[in-house]
């Protein structure tokens, strides 16, 4: 079975751009959520996607959005973009997203924001 | 989710059982504890998770205290490949895991 694929692998953009990252969860898996890393606050939880629907949200902006389509697969938007927002953004697949269940990683993007 | 607390950073000889603990005095009787790791810039990789019961996997074993409050992986055979950040996380009912700043694990010939 292949793993959670998230593209593009890098990606340089310049302050006030916007961004959007795909994931293709793993096959059979419908609950994928977003994780930003950065060096100084490390894993942050962003948002979980669930049938289409967010069914979870972190503290991140209003710039910060995502939206799952109906095979599953999910993109995450970042608009007008700060120096700050430079980092591994993970996203991760699990079957349902109950609490029991394993969650999977992909091998994030990196995002570099000059 | 109940915090956890991880010592920040552990040496461990090459062929030798790592024993990685973790603190978790406030987790509810519905939680779960999990393990992950990191290698630098890729994606946190699942090891193992339970409930109560010590549980056991190609890759590792959790060892639970009965009262739930903390925990120990254990990997019974350390490789330099074994060398990264390890995570204990105490999950809830959402599907978030809240990742704290693990401990660094070092795998030394």
């Known amino acids: 079975k292949a793993g959670v694929t998230q593209t593009p692998r890098y990606l340089i953009k310049t302050r006030g751009q916007q961004v959007t990252l795909s994931c293709s969860p793993i096959?059979?898996?419908?609950?994928v959520s977003w994780y930003q890393q950065t060096p100084g606050q490390g894993l942050q939880f962003l948002f979980e996607?669930?049938?289409?629907?967010?069914?979870n949200k972190g503290n991140f902006p209003g710039r910060f959005s995502g939206r799952q389509f109906s095979n599953s697969r999910s993109e995450m938007n970042v608009s007008t973009l700060e120096l700050g927002d430079s980092a591994l953004y993970l996203c991760?697949?699990?079957?349902?997203?109950?609490?029991?269940?394993?969650?999977?990683f992909g091998s994030g993007t990196q995002l570099s924001v000059l | 989710d109940a915090k956890t607390t991880q010592p920040p950073s552990m040496d461990c000889a090459e062929g030798r059982a790592a024993n990685l603990p973790c603190n978790h005095s406030?987790?509810?009787?519905?939680?779960?504890v999990y393990w992950y790791r990191q290698i630098h810039s890729q994606g946190p990789q699942y090891i193992i998770h339970?409930?109560?019961n010590n549980e056991t996997n190609e890759m590792a074993s959790l060892i639970i205290t009965e009262d739930r409050k903390s925990s120990t992986l254990i990997l019974p055979h350390a490789t330099l490949r074994d060398t990264a950040v390890y995570y204990c996380?105490?999950?809830?009912?959402?599907?978030?895991?809240?990742f704290g700043t693990g401990t660094r694990l070092q795998v030394t010939l």
């Open positions: 339970g409930l109560k």
């Open positions: 096959s059979g898996h419908r609950s």
């Open positions: 406030t987790i509810s009787g519905n939680e779960y």
């Open positions: 996607y669930f049938s289409e629907t967010q069914r």
């Open positions: 996380i105490v999950r809830g009912t959402a599907s978030k895991l809240t």
């Open positions: 991760a697949s699990s079957l349902e997203g109950f609490q029991g269940e394993k969650l999977f």
